[in-house]
């Protein structure tokens, strides 16, 4: 019920195409959904996060897609750029909790 | 304004070694947690510590043990290594002792059992 469970592993999108990455929660008690951007020999980078009271967030190119009902929320990556060839993590945390349970990561390249 | 610094950044030992790796949080966070990453997977949660007292605990084994100082610096401690310890160790400081509020992480300390 920790869980995060994160899809696809990898995905490879062509430059100003659209990267789409899905997660899937099940503890209801999960209250905060944060995407996090690791490059090669970095830590992961907050990118941006979602709360279950709204359904959409949108940062620049980054956009939060959330769907409380079905317990599934998503990035995605408008105009992807090589730039933004890294690992992604989906990412979630409860109000209360000391710990953060991460999707185990999609590994995006995208062609110039 | 510094990050979240880690030392060192690499690390070679032999498996039965013990290790002490550091972190200096960003400052004015008093919030230091602990995630061991593997290769190819998501960070794990190791340790919690806020205001010098452990907050949480993950499933690793006794083996694994942490502190914080009173300048909110932290020290994570792995006895008698073992193959598998082998991963990335990352130290991720926030302001709040809740998870809910998001991290910024130190470029990690790369730890290899050999």
């Known amino acids: 019920q920790q869980q995060v469970k994160q899809s696809p592993q990898s995905l490879i999108v062509q430059k100003g195409g659209i990267s789409i990455i899905n997660c899937a929660y099940e503890?209801?008690?999960?209250?905060?959904f944060p995407w996090y951007q690791q490059f090669p020999g970095k830590g992961p980078a907050l990118l941006i996060a979602i709360r279950p009271d709204v359904s959409e967030k949108k940062e620049g190119r980054f956009t939060i897609s959330f769907n409380k009902s079905a317990k599934q929320f998503s990035l995605h990556i408008m105009d992807s750029q090589p730039g933004d060839s890294a690992t992604y993590f989906c990412?979630?945390?409860?109000?209360?909790?000391?710990?953060?349970?991460f999707g185990a990561g999609t590994r995006l390249f995208v062609k110039a | 304004d510094a990050g979240v610094t880690q030392s060192p950044t690499h690390l070679i030992k032999t498996r039965g070694q013990h290790v002490t790796l550091r972190c200096s949080p960003i400052?004015?966070?008093?919030?230091v947690s602990w995630y061991q990453q593997v290769l190819g997977q998501g960070p794990q949660f190791i340790f919690q510590?806020?205001?010098?007292?452990?907050?949480g605990r993950g499933n690793f084994p006794d083996r694994f043990s942490a502190r914080q100082f009173p300048n909110y610096s932290s020290e994570l401690n792995v006895n008698a290594l073992l193959l598998g310890d082998s991963a990335l160790y990352l130290c991720a400081s926030s302001l709040e002792v809740a998870a809910n509020y998001g991290y910024t992480f130190g470029s990690g300390t790369r730890l290899t059992v050999v």
């Open positions: 503890n209801t008690a999960f209250d905060y």
């Open positions: 990412a979630a945390s409860m109000t209360g909790g000391f710990k953060t349970i």
């Open positions: 510590y806020y205001e010098k007292e452990e907050r």
């Open positions: 400052s004015g966070h008093k919030s």
